[in-house]
């Protein structure tokens, strides 16, 4: 099923070679520069569901459009989550702090120093570690 609800027509792998089209076969199309345009009239709640859903799809209103009529096949295309940029940086400043710890506690272990301090920050790593994954799925259910 395609975002638009159109049935799909062929494999998702496309008309590459690939394990279940192990010989690349099928008709090879030339793409047709779109130079056409066609306008239709709507009213303005049934423009912003059809851009909604472009939007979620990760498409342009057109290529949704297209799909739709079996013009073109579905783009099998992960939508780019949507995430706070703040957070982000927090984490990929936090992320470079526990790089150095762990390198620190790495180096530590390797000349022998297993004592108690290896232990306690091997411990809170691994509680920040945990932590981190908690804030990331909170973030991701939003």
Known sequence: M???GAADTGPCEGRH???SNPTGAGKSRTKEPLTE???FRCTTSEKAQLRAKAEAAGLPAATLLREALGLTEARRRKPIP???PALVLAVGRIG???NQI???LNRAMLAGRVDLDALTVARRLLTI???LAQIVEAA???
């Open 2 to 4: 395609s975002y638009a």
């Open 17 to 19: 070679a690939s394990p």
């Open 37 to 39: 345009t066609f306008v």
């Open 82 to 84: 949507r995430v706070d």
């Open 96 to 98: 470079g702090n526990l």
């Open 102 to 104: 762990a390198r620190w």
């Open 129 to 131: 570690e945990r932590q």
């Open 140 to 142: 991701r259910r939003c």
